[in-house]
Nanobody, 126 residues
Framework: QVQLVESGGGLVQAGGSLRLSCAAS????????VGWFRQAPGEDRDFVVV????????YYADSVKGRFKISRDSAKNTVYLQMNSLKPEDTAVYYC???????????????????WGQGTQVTVSS
């Protein structure tokens, strides 16, 4: 069982940057694709990006493409989300999760992911 802990959230002005971390426990973490989602108050949990277990293949939501970059460090059992050119609409709680083994690559549904972390708050002021 993999356990995930997100960190790195905070308050930033529009146009600023943050780097989120998703640290994992468990020796099998490197074999999982890992996704980031976000959830604003009163809204559904939305897909942001996913990275393959290899670290070489990624898939971004259109809303963050060109501004966010996902990466992973297998030696540190950590996945990172570098967020640049932040906008007020990026404000949300950000979660990481592992893609279920039976789920297809490119699936954006939260139900295709498991081992959710507790989330980290990102607030972008205008």
């Amino acid at each position: 069982q993999v356990q995930l802990v997100e960190s790195g959230g905070g308050l930033v002005q529009a146009g600023g940057s943050l780097r989120l971390s998703c640290a994992a426990s468990g020796r099998t973490f490197s074999s999982y694709a890992v996704g980031w989602f976000r959830q604003a108050p009163g809204e559904d949990r939305d897909f942001v990006v996913v990275i393959a277990s290899s670290g070489f293949v990624t898939y971004y939501a259109d809303s963050v493409k060109g501004r966010f970059k996902i990466s992973r460090d297998s030696a540190k059992n950590t996945v990172y989300l570098q967020m640049n050119s932040l906008k007020p609409e990026d404000t949300a709680v950000y979660y990481c999760a592992t893609l279920r083994a039976a789920a297809a690559w490119g699936t954006r549904a939260p139900t295709a992911f498991s081992s959710w972390g507790q989330g980290t708050q990102v607030t972008v002021s205008s």
